[in-house]
């Protein structure tokens, strides 16, 4: 999964959370618990290519994009940026860097400050890093704002966060990302609080710089459908790990990981009289602090064998470029 | 059928700069024990401000008008007092914005202790003990019970939420995007839960969301609004199989696919109306591909299509 002309790289990621106990648990054991949000995880993006991470929910998504733009420290594992290690990066040398990369936050309300007017919100990077007079900084964020069909801009640049709905907000926070024209970004369900119409054109916009700026995404989503528009890759994971990686294409036609054949069978659609075709999974959600043997999807995998109980798998090649954590995988 | 909450004439306005923006203007509909409907429509055009105004959790200043009639008390009229014993307790919410709803400096098993002993005299160990129940339910494992908010991933934040709300058995849910930070199998968890829930106990649910695969699998029938109106009413399934106002076709016609050939997005053009100066005709008008003269300057009326169904468009006048 490595290849030359990957913008992010990143090698064996680590991060544990370490887990707070009630005054009960802490009385059975000592020492610390940890939970493994994400565990030894490897993947590159090239440049210009867009990466979905898809997966249950917990699963560590967020924490691994949270970690790629240096928002966290890893427990263990590198990251690279245009070739250079930014693992350790800080101080002035990390402020620099960021510039070229950016997140949006899967919560949008949290991550605007309450007290800021929401174009001033979006004109603070130009700001910070000096970019254009103050007019020019206006003008452009006014012009970010209709792109983002927050119309008519000037109304809503003297508005509070508190005065919008979720999805304006939503937006706001993907303005202020896209308005450096950065060369990776991190969107965490970016598009979530979004009517299909509206999403259609955010993507499309999305789409568009990609072209435009070269841009490269992580694209984090629970909504494979939009996935399917913009992600040239995807990964699936399931309690910390990679489970499943490959292009679009391969991944949807011909899943190899039993989780990813189930989570897209469970897709919902927009018609009452379609047949689900649903894989159910039976078993409880295990719980990240007592990970089950062997391999982690066992207790809940329809196609679970002795072997998966005893041996955690690794990821093998099971055509060009499609890659899967399964002793028994499905193609 | 017998409606559990009737809304009429409802309007909910805000207190903005240069005059209210009435974010819910003039909505009417009523929904019955045990039923499940579906709210859409465009981002802004007043569906969570709806949701709010049933548990009068508006911002001070904002204006509310009409009737709300819940088990056949007018919401809009209660006290300060009466309308507090009937939150979470008659009628729960599920927030949009997770994060900002729960107290970030409590943990989890505070929010639940303190919902819970609002309403009924319970001890912290029987109390813990529904909270760990119901939060196992929605697929949370109790330790989580320990965690403050910002330990807790997207859709297990959203959980906490659906736990919350379900854990007294109010007789009103009003779920705004419930499932947006789910996965598709834990969503199917959450929904079976939820039709399990109105069978078992006749709980009634108001769900506001943009995903229209979920609306076509739990609503009993679903309204569409834009632009703070009510456009159409209709049972799910004649929904589905023939929108009748232009901004339904257009909603439905922007679902993405999942066909590996078909790349094309569809969305609307143009950008919703100003709130705050309305336009004269049709709120949709200056967007509508069937618009007629008459759309221009006179406000269509709702109309009956049938016994259960209602568009307000002048289409379907006469
Ligand atoms: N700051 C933290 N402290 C402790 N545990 C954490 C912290 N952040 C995340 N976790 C835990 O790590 C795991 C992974 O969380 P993460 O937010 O990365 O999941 P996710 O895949 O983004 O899920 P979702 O789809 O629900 O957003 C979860 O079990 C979560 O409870
Ligand atoms: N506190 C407030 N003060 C002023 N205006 C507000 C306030 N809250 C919402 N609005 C405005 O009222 C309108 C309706 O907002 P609401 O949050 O009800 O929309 P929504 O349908 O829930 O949208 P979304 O799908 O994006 O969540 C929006 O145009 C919004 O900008
Ligand atoms: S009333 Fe006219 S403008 Fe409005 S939706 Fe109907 S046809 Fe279109
Ligand atoms: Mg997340
Ligand atoms: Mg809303």
């Known amino acids: ?331 | 059928m017998e409606a559990l909450l009737e809304v009429r004439r409802l309007k909910v306005g805000y207190n903005v700069e240069g005059g209210t923006l009435w974010a819910v203007d003039d909505v009417s509909f009523s929904v019955d024990k045990g039923e499940i409907v579906g709210i859409v429509g465009e981002s802004g055009c007043g569906k969570t401000t709806l949701g709010l105004s049933f548990l009068r959790l508006l911002p001070p200043g904002s204006k509310l008008e009409g009737e709300l009639l819940f088990d056949g008390r007018d919401i809009v009229k209660l006290s300060e007092e009466e309308i507090r014993a009937l939150r979470g307790k008659e009628i729960a919410m599920v927030f949009q914005d997770p994060m900002t709803s729960l107290n970030p400096v409590l943990k989890i098993k505070e929010h639940f202790l303190e919902t819970i002993r609002t309403h009924l005299a319970l001890s912290e160990e029987e109390a813990l003990k529904m909270a760990s129940e119901v939060l196992g339910s929605v697929g949370i494992p109790p330790q989580k019970l320990e965690a403050y908010p910002f330990e807790l991933s997207g859709g297990q934040r959203q959980r906490v939420m659906i736990a919350l709300a379900l854990v007294l058995k109010p007789k009103l849910i009003v779920a705004d995007e419930p499932t947006t930070s789910l996965d598709v199998v834990v969503q199917a968890g959450v929904l079976d839960l939820i039709r399990r829930l109105r069978e078992e106990f006749g709980l009634t649910i108001v769900l506001i969301t943009h995903d229209l695969g979920v609306v076509a699998q739990v609503a009993d029938r679903v309204m569409v609004m834009y632009a703070g109106k009510v456009v159409e009413i209709a049972f799910t399934e004649e929904f589905f199989s023939a929108p009748l106002h232009p901004y339904s076709k257009a909603l439905l016609f922007s679902v993405p696919n999942l066909d590996l050939e078909d790349f094309d997005l569809h969305s609307l053009e143009g950008s919703p109306p100003d709130l705050l100066n309305p336009p004269k005709g049709c709120r949709f008008y200056p967007r509508c591909f069937e618009a007629m003269d008459i759309c221009s300057f006179k406000e269509p009326e709702v109309f009956r299509i049938s016994k259960s169904r209602f568009v307000r468009c002048w289409k379907y006048y006469g």
């Open chain 1, 1 to 331: 999964m490595v290849s030359m002309d990957s913008l992010v790289r990143v090698e064996g990621l680590k991060k544990y959370f370490p887990v707070r106990r009630g005054l009960i648990g802490s009385l059975f054991s000592r020492g610390g618990i940890f939970i493994r949000a994400v565990d030894d995880v490897s993947f590159d993006i090239a440049s210009g290519e867009t990466l979905g991470l898809i997966g249950e929910s917990g699963s560590g998504k967020t924490t691994v994009g949270r970690l790629l733009v240096r928002l966290l420290e890893p427990t263990e594992g590198r990251i690279f940026f245009d070739g250079e290690d930014i693992t350790l990066l800080s101080g002035k040398e990390l402020r620099e860097r960021r510039r070229k990369f950016q997140i949006i936050f899967q919560d949008p309300m949290a991550s605007l400050c309450p007290h800021m007017k929401i174009g001033e919100a979006v004109r603070h990077p130009l700001v910070i890093h000096g970019i254009g007079t103050e007019r020019e900084q206006k003008n452009k964020v006014l012009k970010m704002l209709e792109r983002m069909g927050l119309s008519p801009p000037d109304a809503f640049y003297d508005k509070y966060p508190h005065e919008l709905s979720g999805g304006q907000r939503q937006r706001v926070v993907i303005a202020r990302a896209l308005i450096l024209r950065p060369k990776f970004v991190v969107a965490d369900e970016p598009l979530s609080m979004l009517d299909v119409s509206v999403r259609a054109k955010l993507l499309e916009l999305m789409i568009e710089l990609k072209r435009e700026l070269n841009l490269t995404y992580l694209f984090i989503t629970h909504d494979l459908s939009t996935a399917k528009y913009i992600c040239d890759k995807i990964a699936v994971m399931y309690l910390g790990k990679i489970v499943e990686f490959g292009r679009l294409r391969d991944l949807y036609l011909y899943p190899a990981h039993p989780y990813t054949k189930a989570l897209l069978s469970a897709i919902p659609v927009p018609d009452v009289k379609a047949k689900r075709g649903e894989i159910l999974l039976s078993g409880e959600i295990p719980n990240p602090i007592d990970l089950p043997s062997g391999c982690r999807f066992h207790p809940r995998c329809p196609s679970a064998k002795e072997e998966c109980l005893v041996k955690e798998p690794e990821m093998r090649e099971v055509s060009s470029e499609h890659w899967v954590a399964c002793h028994f995988p499905l193609v």
